[in-house]
């Protein structure tokens, strides 16, 4: 029997809307230290990029991942996830290769530009947080479907905030100007879902220049639109430094153990 949530048809019989999840992974990641580009960096044997693409594509309302290649590595990230093919569980879930920009920003933006006619949820996840539970996922898809144009995971700030003065010079100790209410701040995470037509546009009106934005619910924040937070997870935390390489290790080895991952 077709799978009823990938493949379900309008009354009209034409094809019903479907989700897109974008990956950026243009970036070298340089913090985890010479060597590959972050994204392609092993984790359990498997590159990084490889186990975020699972992971957004085993959820069921998950019908295409974009992957937004290095400008000089499109071929590259093709065939290596030509070698480590989705498992069943997937479902047909399509993958596509498209090539990057200079900043995530413009990443993205080219993935979106990439998307067919028919997607109308779109899911920004991170390449670097391949580790992210698929009822995490599922979660965000469904509050965009349910009618929240922009939805981000988060969770609480487990540790007090201190917000300095700008224009420190580096290694000079930093003046405190405000702490903010811990209990009122969000940690974020991805997948970050929207509506198609709310991100094109946040992404259409942004500025161009500088580095870029490194968070899509902010574009749309600058929009005038509302963006909300579901629960976030433990488990789709940032693999950006070597300690975070080896607590992902310490994850999926238990994952491997107690669920068979």
Known sequence: ?????????????????????????????????????????????????????????????????????????????RTLLDEHPLPQSAGDTGVMVVTGGGTRQESVARGLAALPGDIDTVLVHDAARPLVPVETVEAVAAAVRAGAPAVVPALPVADTVKQIAPGTPAGEPEPVVATPERSLLRAVQTPQGFDRTVLAKAHADAPREGEGATDDAGLVERLGVPVVLVPGHEEAFKVTRPLDLVLAEAVLARRRVTDGF
């Open 1 to 77: 029997m077709p799978d009823e949530t990938r493949h379900a048809e309008a009354i009209d019989g034409a094809p019903s809307p479907r989700t897109a999840a974008v990956i950026p992974a243009a970036g070298r990641g340089v913090r985890l230290g010479r060597g590959a580009p972050k994204a392609l960096r092993p984790l359990g044997g498997t590159p990084m990029l490889v186990h975020a693409v699972r992971a957004v594509a085993r959820a069921r309302t998950v019908s295409l991942v974009v992957v937004v290649a290095p400008p000089d590595g499109a071929a590259a990230v």
